[in-house]
């Protein structure tokens, strides 16, 4: 399949809140439209993941930061710019996702994006992705496509078929968490 072909699958199976292993960034995710409720509640079943346990949400645009946090702290535009590897923030006063991907104390966390599948689907499909790691709960990251769990690939709706054989690096994205005052702190690096 096309990378086109399988873009515009992806986005109609998104619509219909399927849940996707797809390429991110960094590693392969299964995710799914962050506004999408029942979609979320499925994803959180599928990765046996307790609910208190917050996902991160793609975005495709920095611009776009605006549409699901209430304030964005204006250090937000510099970190990004300069941020040398993929960097998620983690943000007070989410707005407009799926009220169970929120956090209990308001906070979501948010990776902007770029590459040839993840950013043209968020595009698209007009709405944030959800991205967790391609694993059960507490079980070691894929490094690859081809070391993915085979229950991760019978539980998903869709595994994209494009990108298997690019290899990433294991190693998540950096992780800050920013006050609306604009101090922030380094969560894993």
């Known amino acids: 399949m096309k990378l086109q072909e399988e873009i515009d699958k992806s986005v109609e199976l998104l619509r219909k809140g399927k849940i996707l292993l797809y390429p991110t960034d960094t590693i ?10 029942k979609a ?17 949400v793609l975005l495709d645009s920095v611009d776009k ?9 204006p250090i937000t535009y510099d970190l990004i710019k300069n941020s040398v590897s993929p960097l998620t923030i983690v943000y007070s ?4 996702l799926a009220k169970n991907l929120i956090a209990s104390d308001g906070t979501i966390a948010i990776r902007i994006v770029s590459g040839e599948y993840c950013s043209p689907v968020i595009q698209k499909l007009g709405n944030p992705l959800v991205s967790t790691s391609a ?17 991760i690939l019978d539980k998903v709706d869709h595994v994209v078929e494009v990108l298997r054989d690019r290899v990433r690096t294991v190693k998540p994205s950096t992780l800050i968490k920013i006050e609306e005052n604009g101090r922030f702190m380094v969560l894993r690096s």
């Open 28 to 37: 392969w995710g299964i995710g799914c439209d962050a506004t999408n409720s």
């Open 40 to 56: 979320v509640q499925r994803l959180y079943k599928i990765k046996e993941r307790e609910q208190n346990k917050s996902m991160i």
């Open 65 to 73: 930061l605006e549409l699901y946090i209430k304030k964005v702290p």
């Open 93 to 96: 006063g989410a707005k407009n």
């Open 135 to 151: 694993n059960i709960s507490g079980e070691p990251s894929a490094s690859s496509f081809y070391q993915i769990n085979k229950s």
